[in-house]
């Protein structure tokens, strides 16, 4: 995705914890629904903790909501949505890159590395606003008509030729 909802935060200069407000500007809002391939994104707000965790690391909490206009994937009409989704995200910059991944869907993520001195907050905000998207919106009322599967009988098989040809007296 190259749009982005860019919104540092130095965690060096983090004290005690710091609370953020997040809006998409307009221009934000039109490059992000063309990136996430979606007809618009009416609105995109994020509430944002950033607190210390263990140290040197952070824990970043909050809420992201929107509003969204996508294409019916049956009739491509647009279809309005609304997305609000909660997130959670641990880094640290002790954390060990490792190639076996655990995922246990009772107990949190894992915490993630943190390489730098600054943690993108708009940029998880926009993880999990993509993740909350309708990945097949349908307009009211509307089904997928079945469509009926051409079973092949009329058509004879090659093999009943060849079948054929080997049973035909000489």
Known sequence: MTARLSRPVNVNRLGEGKTLSIEASAEE???LAEALDILAIDSLTAEVSVK?????????EGVVRGTVSQACV???EPVPGAV???FERRLHPDVVE?????????QPDPPE????????VGAIA????ALGLDPYPRAPGVEFEAVE???????PSPFAALAALKNKPS
């Open 149 to 155: 599967e051409d079973t092949g009988e009329d058509d």
């Open 113 to 120: 590395r943190m390489d730098t001195h600054e943690v993108d």
């Open 126 to 129: 926009l993880e999990h606003f």
């Open 52 to 60: 210390p965790w263990r140290g040197d690391g952070v824990r970043v």
């Open 98 to 106: 490792s190639e076996d991944i655990v995922v246990d869907p009772d």
């Open 84 to 86: 609000e989704e909660r």
């Open 29 to 31: 809002c039109a490059a």
């Open 74 to 76: 049956v009739t491509l």
